[in-house]
């Protein structure tokens, strides 16, 4: 299964590649390195993304589909909804879901080379393998463009699962520092 997982998340890494990616982002933190390759170019109002986050005990892939709009009139505040496929390796168990989420994106109005970011996926039980009750992802980012093509961030990542024993599985939980280009 998880040569399953690892071959379906590097296709799909080389079919949003080769659909002229529009950002390409790489994090890291105390325990984790994550890539996030995204394209905007399918459509005008969808995005689409691949990701990868590893760290010693963990190999989670995701594949991310939204349809986003702007909800205010200067264009400062954008909304996206959409759904999230996982792929991960956690202390050697292989979990598969599907989680349903959103995401807000809000440009400074004072200076727009500053930008805040939050999404948050939720996957119940139903929509999990293993013995596990829910899947959370929340992701606040504050960045800011540093070049034409480059950006810088810090973001708070926390990625956890709940067992049917009740205790929490964190895979993720703490800040990272990131550089994002632009294409």
Same mark, same amino acid.
């Given at each position: &299964?998880?040569?399953?997982?690892?071959?379906?998340? !590097?296709?799909?890494?080389?079919? %949003? $590649?080769?659909?002229?990616?529009?950002?390409?982002?790489?994090?890291?933190?105390?325990?984790?390195?994550? *890539?996030?390759?995204?394209?905007?170019?399918? !459509?005008?109002?969808?995005?689409? !993304? *691949?990701?990868?986050? +590893?760290?010693?005990?963990?190999?989670?892939?995701?594949?991310?589909?939204? *349809? %986003?709009?702007?909800?205010?009139?200067?264009?400062?505040?954008?909304?996206?909804?959409?759904?999230?496929?996982?792929?991960?390796?956690?202390?050697?168990?292989?979990?598969?879901?599907?989680?349903?989420?959103?995401?807000?994106?809000?440009?400074?109005? &004072?200076?727009?080379?500053?930008?805040? +970011?939050?999404?948050?996926?939720?996957?119940?039980?139903?929509? $999990? %393998?293993?013995?596990?009750?829910? $899947?959370?992802?929340?992701?606040? %980012?504050?960045?800011?463009?540093?070049?034409?093509?480059?950006?810088?961030?810090?973001?708070?990542?926390?990625?956890?699962?709940?067992?049917? !024993?009740?205790?929490?599985?964190?895979?993720?939980?703490?800040?990272?520092?990131?550089?994002?280009?632009?294409?």
């Amino acid at each position: &299964m998880k040569k399953i997982a690892l071959s379906i998340a !590097s296709l799909l890494t080389i079919i %949003t $590649l080769n659909s002229h990616a529009a950002n390409l982002a790489i994090d890291i933190g105390n325990d984790v390195f994550s *890539v996030e390759v995204g394209s905007k170019n399918f !459509s005008q109002s969808n995005e689409f !993304s *691949v990701a990868m986050l +590893h760290a010693d005990d963990l190999h989670l892939y995701s594949f991310k589909g939204l *349809v %986003t709009g702007v909800l205010d009139q200067n264009g400062n505040l954008e909304a996206a909804l959409g759904g999230k496929a996982y792929f991960i390796n956690f202390f050697d168990e292989n979990i598969q879901g599907l989680a349903l989420g959103g995401e807000l994106n809000y440009k400074i109005p &004072m200076n727009e080379k500053f930008e805040l +970011h939050g999404s948050i996926y939720y996957a119940p039980s139903p929509m $999990l %393998t293993d013995d596990l009750d829910y $899947l959370r992802d929340l992701t606040i %980012t504050a960045s800011y463009q540093l070049l034409n093509n480059g950006i810088i961030y810090m973001n708070y990542r926390n990625i956890q699962a709940n067992d049917e !024993s009740g205790g929490d599985l964190k895979m993720d939980n703490g800040f990272n520092f990131g550089i994002e280009f632009l294409f």
